[in-house]
């Protein structure tokens, strides 16, 4: 079982930035998808952002792209979403979510269940 632990939400004004961290256990292989999931109170679950470890490049929900950057840090076991020019419309519960297939076209696919879910962080964005 993978553990994964969020940090780094919080309260932002429009405009500023945030940097979420997702501490995680190890794989039970190698190659692997760590993925940003965020839901907003009354919406629908929504798919942000996915790295591989191994495949293709990230990817990003077009609602973020531009603005929020994905990154791991493999010594660490981490992975962090950097998020910039934040708008109301982020204000959200963010999970970390994990999943032993590697490729972030197939994992990010509605259809698709990921394994592993951390336990969400509050970012709100707020004047």
């Known amino acids: 079982q993978v553990q994964l632990v969020e940090s780094g939400g919080g309260l932002v004004q429009p405009g500023g930035s945030l940097r979420l961290s997702c501490a995680h256990s190890k794989f039970t292989r190698d190659d692997y998808a760590i993925g940003w999931f965020r839901q907003a109170p009354g919406k629908e679950r929504e798919r942000v952002s996915c790295v591989s470890s191994s495949v293709g490049s990230p990817y990003y929900a077009y609602s973020v792209k531009g603005r929020f950057t994905i990154s791991r840090d493999i010594g660490k076991n981490a992975v962090y979403l950097q998020m910039n020019s934040l708008q109301f419309e982020d204000t959200a519960v963010y999970y970390c979510?994990?999943?032993?297939?590697?490729?972030?076209?197939?994992?990010?696919?509605?259809?698709?269940?990921?394994?592993?879910w951390g336990q969400g962080t509050q970012v709100t964005v707020s004047s």
């Open positions: 979510v994990g999943t032993e297939y590697p490729d972030c076209i197939t994992t990010m696919d509605a259809r698709y269940e990921w394994e592993y």
